[in-house]
Structures are given as C-alpha cells and as structure tokens.
C-alpha cells in the first residue's frame, strides 16, 4: 500500500484544480450556444475526455505496463460505441447498456452490451502493443548510431593525434638486458633440441 500513498503524494494536486477551473470557465464559454437536446452527449464527451487527461498524470506514475493498460481500459469504458436503450438507431456509449442490463438482472444482455467494449480495448491494447515494438526497435536502432558515432570519434582523434592506442592503455618498454636474456634462452632451447634430434 506503500505505493498508493506515494502515488497519492507525488499526484499535483494544485495544479490538477487550477487546470480544472480553466476547463469550467472554457466548457461553460463552449456550450454556450448548443442546443439543449445535443447537451448532454458534449457533457458525456467533454467529461470523459476530461477523465481520461485526467487520468494521464496517473497513468505516467504507475508502473509503465499497468499505466498505459489502465488508460486503455478506462478509454474503452468510457467511449466504446453502443445502442441507446430506447432507440437502437442512436449512438450511446456501451458502458451505459451494460449497467442499466446489470441493474435489471438481464446478464445476457449485459454481456452483450460489453462486446463493444471488448473489442475497443482488444484494438487499443493490439495498438499500444505496435507502439512499444516500433518504439524499442527506434530507441535500438539510436543506441546503435550513437555507438558507432561515438567509435568513428574516437577513432578520428587517434588518427589526428597520432596515438594508436586505446585509452587507459599503456606501453611497457623492457630493457635490452631483458630482450638479450629472452633472446639467450630461445638461442638455448633451440640447441638442446637440435642436439637431442641427433
């Protein structure tokens, strides 16, 4: 539960309520001149676009699978396409079928009436799964340019500097005492063996 309050602390409240009030004072200055009868679907789709900004500052601090899932889900609720219950030629949003099915204890129908839902969340998942593969095949691809950007680099100051040697790398010189001893001992090894061959 560690997570929720740290969520629930992290969340910018202050902010989120003065966007709020702005969104009032814009909404109120919008609807101004609609008609009653087409009120309250821009209400529904003022709202839920509302919601589902809203719901992006949420979704930015969840884990990042269960964020952007979490918005899926609430975006299929909210906006998946239904029947209006009086009249099946009018658009009315899915959710709204399936709870009133709930209330009257008509399960088939309910189960019906989420099959909109169903399919916008299936499509919306399969397209955010599309994403984060073209996603991850760019950042790797970048990765890839960056690293070979950073090797031609370095490459072209060993080449201007006229230091071929990798960075951090040093040259051990040995004495010539040391190259006549090493010289000494292969001259030796080479003699034995020619002597052992006869």
């Known amino acids: 539960m560690d997570w929720l309050k740290n969520i629930l602390h992290s969340l910018p409240l202050e902010s989120i309520s003065d966007i709020?009030?702005?969104?009032?004072?814009?909404?109120g200055q919008m609807v101004k001149n609609v008609p009653p009868a087409d009120l309250p679907m821009y209400a529904y789709l003022g709202?839920?676009?509302?919601?589902?900004?809203?719901?992006?500052?949420?979704?930015?601090?969840?884990?990042?699978?269960l964020g952007g899932m979490s918005w899926?889900?609430?975006?299929?609720?909210?906006?998946?396409?239904?029947?209006?219950?009086?009249?099946?030629?009018?658009?009315a949003p899915a959710s709204i079928s399936v709870v009133y099915a709930v209330m009257m204890k008509d399960f088939a129908g309910?189960?019906?009436?989420?099959?909109?839902?169903?399919?916008?969340?299936?499509i919306g998942l399969f397209i955010g799964f599309m994403w984060q593969l073209i996603r991850g095949a760019f950042a790797s691809s970048?990765?890839?340019?960056?690293?070979?950007?950073?090797?031609?680099t370095q490459?072209?100051?060993?080449?201007?500097?006229?230091?071929?040697?990798?960075?951090?790398a040093t040259v051990t010189e040995q004495s010539d005492t040391n190259v006549n001893l090493e010289k000494d001992s292969i001259l030796n090894k080479k003699a034995n063996s020619d002597m052992s061959d006869k």
Request: proline share 5%; glycine share 8%; no cysteine.
């Open 20 to 27: 709020l009030g702005e969104i009032a004072i814009w909404w």
């Open 47 to 65: 709202g839920s676009i509302l919601v589902l900004v809203l719901w992006l500052l949420v979704a930015r601090i969840l884990p990042k699978p």
């Open 72 to 91: 899926m889900i609430l975006f299929a609720v909210l906006l998946a396409p239904g029947t209006a219950l009086g009249d099946s030629s009018e658009i």
């Open 110 to 122: 309910a189960i019906a009436n989420m099959l909109p839902i169903l399919v916008v969340l299936v």
């Open 142 to 152: 970048l990765d890839k340019a960056r690293s070979r950007t950073a090797e031609d």
């Open 155 to 168: 490459a072209t100051m060993q080449l201007t500097t006229g230091s071929y040697l990798a960075e951090g």
